[in-house]
């Protein structure tokens, strides 16, 4: 957790209004943080429905292995998430320390181990001390209030430089649901599901499957769609859970995914997801600019995420927008390079607005000198046509600078 804040985080931070249901606590635990919260509980009332979305990396966390096989039980009590140590490439000690993680929550809330899911975030490849958690997660069940989001938020950061949190109200039927979320994530990041942690909690009565299917959807333009240094996690986990509590006030129970009902719902539920998929990118390590890639013209959809990924994951271009230089020439290389259709005769390029390349050569307006202040920014829009077919897509990244490197070379030490 960095001592400065970035430059690019939000102004504001909205009040996050409590969830019935869904208790918080947080705790020092001690886990490689010193005079820092480092473990969070979240207690849910019986019967709450859960989802979720993993990395798809052939080398996951203990903790992503141990969520996959509780989840289709569909049902959850309480959330555990520490930071510091991801419990990833900890082999039989991993799975030990997991299991005993559950079954301490499990005592501590009064529930099955089956309702327990979980989550690690930090240096991978070192054992997790799970008896740390002991006596710890009894006093956090004791103690949890329906809560405080940002303290929640700032208890699960490693290297992030602020909290990450967002929130909507939206009617369902005759009621106000509320939907809650808080991510962390600000190096390896290259979400390839799902997102480094997320957590949303909703007092919608929404059931498991319909849940899930919402979740997975809803990442695809948002967290998917999110990229900081191409890397992706092991412990990527993003989990959704509905209380459903607001069944109370007249919100219809919804079992399907497909309810008109939810037309209002899903909006604002994608509308967090992109909120905190995007303070993800304003957080990059060392990053000073925003950067939007948006492709279009190209001949599908997925083709454009394809070549919007290859030009977000550039160093060369990366490096170009630190160095605030409208190198047009790196973005057609990352183009070229992405395997996908492309003319070079037909491609154009702008930054912020202003057409640099047109028609497979430096448009015959350029200006240098303009060019050059709109790059001073610190929100870069980079927009590529490729005049082949109705294909678009966008994606968020952020610069590549010597702290991000820094910060890397330095992490374990």
């Known amino acids: 957790m960095s001592s400065s804040v970035s430059p690019l985080a939000p102004k504001t931070v909205p009040d996050m209004p409590v969830i019935a249901g869904v208790r918080l606590a947080t705790a020092e635990a001690g886990i490689r943080y010193k005079n820092r919260t480092d473990v969070l509980l979240a207690v849910m009332d019986k019967g709450t429905a859960v989802a979720g ?55 501590a809330v009064g529930c099955s181990e089956g309702e327990i899911f979980l989550a690690s975030t930090g240096v991978i490849g070192e054992p997790l ?9 009894g006093r956090l069940a004791e103690t949890a209030e329906a809560g405080d989001y940002l303290a929640a938020a700032k208890a699960i950061m490693t290297t992030d430089t602020f909290p990450k949190v967002a929130t909507a109200t939206v ?131 997925a083709s454009a995420r394809k070549i919007a990924m290859s030009i977000a994951n550039s160093p060369l271009v990366k490096t170009a927008i630190a160095g605030e230089d409208a190198n047009w020439g790196r973005v057609v290389m990352a183009v070229g390079k992405a395997g996908e259709p492309a003319d070079r005769d037909k491609l154009s390029i702008s930054f912020n607005g202003i057409r ?8 015959p307006s350029y200006d240098e000198a303009q060019v050059s202040e709109a790059m001073k920014a610190p929100e870069i829009a980079i927009k590529v046509s490729l005049g082949l077919g109705k294909g678009r897509d966008r994606v968020l990244t952020c610069d590549l600078t010597k702290e991000y490197v820094a910060i890397n070379g330095d992490y374990r030490s």
């Open 356 to 363: 640099v390349a047109k028609s497979g050569a430096r448009d």
């Open 171 to 301: 009617k369902l039927g005759k009621a106000k649901v509320t939907i809650n979320g808080m991510a962390k994530g600000a190096g390896m990041i290259a979400p390839d599901m799902a997102t480094m942690l997320s957590f949303i909690f909703t007092d919608a009565p929404i059931a498991p499957a319909a849940l899930q299917a919402l979740l997975k959807a809803g990442v695809e333009d948002t967290f998917n769609a999110v990229t900081i240094d191409g890397d992706t996690s092991t412990s990527d986990t993003l989990l959704a859970f509905a209380t459903g509590a607001a069944a109370e006030h007249g919100a219809p129970k919804i079992s399907r995914a497909s309810d008109p009902r939810l037309k209002a719902f899903v909006k604002a539920f994608n509308q967090v997801l992109a909120n905190l998929s995007e303070q993800v990118a304003r957080d990059g390590e060392g990053a000073r600019k925003l950067v939007e890639i948006t492709v279009e013209g190209a001949k599908t959809k």
């Open 129 to 137: 001390d799970a008896t740390k958690f002991d006596g710890v997660l």
């Open 53 to 107: 979305v993993f990395t798809k990396s052939k080398c996951p966390s203990a903790p992503v292995e141990w969520c996959r096989a509780k989840l289709k039980g569909g049902k959850a009590r309480a959330l555990v998430v520490n930071s510091g140590n991801a419990n990833a490439f900890t082999g039989k000690t991993g799975r030990a320390s997991t299991a005993l993680t559950a079954k301490i929550a499990a005592k």
